[in-house]
């Protein structure tokens, strides 16, 4: 199931003093496990690299289902790669669905889909923003 992930690009980031990672965009409607060995089959991580990251942007029908379902995920992913994986979504997903002493335990990296502040007063480990603008001397 799955391939490598592989890439010139990815492959020789790391002898180029980049940090690299690797992201799995969560689907509500497919089984967690099958995702997680997706991933897993899909990529290698080695030491000094980002620690997996999860993606989650849409919640399915069920909100218990999903955080059963997301537990799972990062249960099987975290035994693999020996680290805790990253959750990785938008402030409002992560104090509506989950704001719980469970998924409070992972770093968080919040998506900060264009909008003009956040607040956020846990633990956050990387911040993403993405907006219109542009960086002098790039176009």
């Not at 690797?22 to 991933?39: E, G, M, S, V, W």
Request: glycine share 6%; net charge positive; hydrophobic share 30%.
């Amino acid at each position: 199931m799955g391939t490598r992930l592989s890439s010139p690009n990815f492959d020789s980031a790391k002898t180029h003093g980049f940090i690299r990672g690797a992201y799995h965009f969560y689907n509500p409607k497919t089984d967690p496990i099958r995702q997680a060995d997706f991933f897993i089959n899909s990529v290698k991580l080695d030491s000094g690299d980002l620690p997996p990251v999860l993606d989650i942007e849409k919640r399915g029908k069920d909100e218990n289902q999903l955080r059963r379902d997301l537990k799972l995920w990062l249960d099987k992913i975290e035994q693999h790669y020996k680290v805790k994986p990253i959750l990785y979504t938008s402030y409002k997903f992560k104090t509506r669905y989950l704001n719980d002493s469970v998924f409070n335990s992972y770093p968080y990296w919040i998506a900060h889909y264009y909008v003009d502040s956040v607040e956020y007063r846990g633990r956050m480990e990387i911040l993403a923003a993405y907006g219109c603008g542009y960086v002098a001397g790039h176009s």
